[in-house]
């Protein structure tokens, strides 16, 4: 079977394993000459050994794997996800860590499957955790291929070992016994696998070998340890901790409620270290630009919560997203990794994605990296220039803690100081304002991510479900399709449901991936406040909007340039308050008036007086105009000048009487604030008064978690009702009914396909 053979037909999940195990386009990686390999490899004892798929405790040891059997030594195919593809939580790092490269004794036992058939390697995958894989050197003694060894002369300690980046060498410092110090050099062909035995700190004696070339016959049985590792064991302190948040059975793990994966599919020793010269710009345009093999898998997998593991890979996957420019900003705002990860935890940002069969809406949050245990210490951590300003207002106290081994002043993005506040003899020395001025500094990672988790479990996102979280929605045939079925099959029935394709998943990925439009101009929305038509009761007007006046408002006008919809359905409240309000934008002007001339445009309008009042103005819509400083009586006006896509982030809608005692004018002054200097992702504003009434729309480019305190309160005297828009998704065709969630209180985001 050709692993590459036309895929349209097929899955996401299939097509994205096909492909990803055959991609060969970095010829930095799979050129004539590899920078990094060969590393030792193994074939599994069978296509799909049990072993894979045991549960193994998290023990901080190696543990007994399997046995395989040796093969030639090569190359590491891409990765994909690791776990269950509809595990509700989903990791993205960087790429795939190359532990063999290091020049340690450790480094030297990885070993790497090489897989015979697409069915293996998806299963490998699939079951993949926590753990990876190590030759058991206690079975398997290293043999070492004769001629090609470093040999100690004499006595000795080993100073340092280091690895040459770009080249096959090692370099090993040693100081012997009689006190003198000598460099020695070690390299090896471009099919050998190096053994690297001296350590840092360690004796040897002479005729010890420090280095040579592993010697391992194909076919030789392979015992193989599985070791765990501190990127991927990093998640499982989260889940521990949202279990007792939660008072949850401790049944939650990673593999199974968590899938991990990484943005580029091939492995290296690292990725930003400019020591390891990587192409970075033309590895990124390949794997998660033109072929978006990680885009694909999120769009398929449809997670829930979605963590991006540093701030490299948060802005990897924010600049390959521009159509969602909201998160693609907060790379430009925030330079801190922990600055990131306070943000999207305090507030809730999303990467939502929606056409036949998607229907992602997944919280996204930044983390620190995994690979560094010190990143989830308790901490205070600050930029040095901050320490810096800190240490000189509050020096007595700087000086303590410096004296208490308290700092480092070299730790990851500035300074990290270990404090715990309130506990302790040296911070019951610190000044109360020193304190206070560090605690704003103060990181608890793993308690604020497993907080977050808590959130989502709490607004009915996140579901324990028996032992597990449930899934999300949509099929999977991952583990049982027309190329392979796995013996256990899925757990979870989602090969029972519909997925995915592949074809839908490209062309999705690929309109994510184009400049988002910058939505349509400001000026371009009717601004309508109806009032229920008499005779109509408020069940029936209400019964009414939801079967066919909002459905209808999409299904005739989308086709003609309707670009977003807002309708808000008011309680009643009082004869002058509107019984509905909506924000309906257009292309543009011309293109309202335009449809508004065809005979779909005249039904549409004839539609509405079926249950709106119409004499004496009781209902009506205006184009805004742009405010400058006054009131027009019915007149709806816009802050800003900036098109903006209303259809994305959330909306907040305020309807609410203005003081008369100056109320207006209050409101001018705050209006005129608010445009100079907009509060954060603020980009569109819409008001209109109506006598003594105040009816506005907020448009904030990222969905917010609550109503936001709105700045017009001082002019303000009687809130009659406050909303956020809800997204709901409806189908443009007109033959697929479904009930339009639209009842009195309630802001939908009206989410449909453009035309």
Not at 708 to 737: K, W
Request: proline residues 7%; glycine residues 6%; negative net charge.
């Amino acid at each position: 079977m050709n692993d590459t053979a036309a895929v349209d037909s097929q899955s996401t999940e299939l097509a994205l394993s096909l492909d990803t195990r055959a991609c060969r386009d970095c010829k930095w990686f799979w050129g004539p000459v590899t920078p990094y390999g060969p590393v030792s490899r193994f074939h599994l004892p069978t296509p799909l050994p049990p072993e894979v798929r045991r549960v193994l405790p998290i023990l901080q040891r190696d543990q007994d794997w399997l046995t395989a059997k040796a093969t030639e030594p090569g190359e590491i195919d891409p990765a994909i996800l690791h776990g269950c593809r509809k595990a509700p939580i989903m990791t993205l790092g960087i790429n795939p860590n190359l532990s063999a490269f290091y020049a340690t004794p450790e480094a030297s036992a990885f070993a790497y499957p090489r897989f015979e058939d697409p069915k293996s390697y998806a299963y490998y995958y699939r079951y993949r955790s926590v753990f990876q894989e190590k030759i058991d050197r206690t079975k398997v003694p290293g043999k070492l291929t004769p001629g090609n060894c470093l040999i100690a002369a004499h006595d000795g300690v080993v100073l340092a070992v280091e690895r040459g980046q770009s080249h096959r060498w090692v370099q090993i410092r040693v100081r012997y016994a009689d006190g003198h110090e000598q460099a020695l050099d070690f390299a090896w062909d471009k099919d050998e696998v190096p053994s690297i035995l001296a350590e840092r700190g360690t004796p040897f004696a002479a005729r010890d070998v420090l280095a040579g070339c592993l010697a391992v016959q194909p076919g030789t049985d392979l015992p193989l340890l599985a070791t765990p590792t501190g990127y991927y064991l990093r998640f499982e302190q989260v889940l521990h901790r949202l279990s007792v948040l939660m008072d949850w059975p401790r049944t939650l793990r990673v593999g199974e409620d968590v899938a991990q994966g990484d943005l580029v599919a091939c492995a290296s020793p690292g990725w930003t270290n400019a020591a390891f010269d990587i192409p970075q710009d033309r590895i990124i345009a390949s794997c998660a630009g033109s072929r978006r093999f990680i885009l694909r898998q999120v769009l398929q997998s449809q997670p829930r919560v979605l963590i991006l593991v540093g701030k490299s890979a948060f802005k990897m996957f924010c600049d390959h997203i521009p159509a969602r420019p909201a998160l693609r900003a907060l790379t430009q705002r925030f330079s801190r990794t922990f600055e990131l990860l306070r943000e999207t935890a305090a507030r809730p940002y999303y990467f939502e994605a929606r056409s036949e069969g998607i229907d992602v809406r997944a919280r996204v949050l930044c983390v620190p990296h995994f690979s560094y245990e010190d990143n989830y210490a308790r901490r205070v951590r600050m930029p040095l220039a901050t320490w810096q300003a800190f240490s000189a207002a509050h020096h007595a106290d700087a000086t303590t803690l410096i004296a208490g081994g308290r700092v480092d002043e070299n730790a990851e993005e500035g300074v990290s100081i270990e404090l715990e506040p309130d506990q302790g003899s040296l911070e019951s020395r610190l000044s109360a304002q020193g304190l206070r001025e560090l605690a704003a500094h103060f990181y608890d990672p793993v308690e604020t991510i497993a907080g977050v988790l808590r959130e989502e479990v709490r607004a009915g996102r996140l579901e324990l479900d028996g032992e597990r979280l449930k899934r999300t929605p949509g099929g999977c045939n991952f583990c049982k399709n027309d190329q392979w079925q796995f013996e256990e099959g899925c757990p979870y029935g989602s090969d029972t449901q519909r997925g995915v394709s592949d074809a839908e998943s490209r062309r999705v990925a690929a309109e994510l991936s184009r400049p988002a439009a910058a939505g349509p101009p400001a000026s371009a929305v009717r601004v309508w406040r109806g009032t229920r038509r008499s005779g109509l009761t408020a069940e029936e007007f209400a019964q009414k909007l939801q079967t066919v006046f909002v459905p209808a408002t999409v299904h005739m006008i989308q086709p003609l340039g309707l670009v977003g919809y807002l309708p808000t359905l008011l309680p009643e409240a009082g004869a002058d308050i509107p019984s509905e309000l909506a924000l309906v934008f257009y292309r543009s002007q011309d293109s309202y008036a335009e449809a508004m001339k065809t005979a779909t445009g005249k039904a549409y309008g004839a539609l509405h007086g079926s249950i709106f009042e119409f004499a004496g103005q009781a209902s009506r819509s205006d184009f805004p105009l742009f405010w400058q400083s006054e009131f027009l009586e019915r007149q709806p006006y816009h802050l800003f000048v900036e098109p903006t896509d209303w259809q994305l982030g959330c909306t907040e809608v305020l309807v609410a009487r203005i003081d008369p005692r100056g109320g207006r004018e209050r409101l001018a002054a705050r209006l005129h604030a608010l445009r100079n200097q907009p509060p954060v992702d603020l980009d569109g504003y819409v008001f209109v008064v109506e006598g003594d009434l105040w009816l506005r729309w907020a448009h904030y480019g990222v969905p917010r978690a609550e109503v936001i305190a709105h700045a017009e309160a001082d002019a303000l005297v009687d809130v009659i009702h406050e909303s956020r828009s809800r997204d709901f998704a409806l189908s443009t065709d007109p033959t697929r009914t479904e009930p339009v969630p639209f009842t009195a209180g309630t802001t939908l985001n009206v989410r449909f396909e453009r035309a």
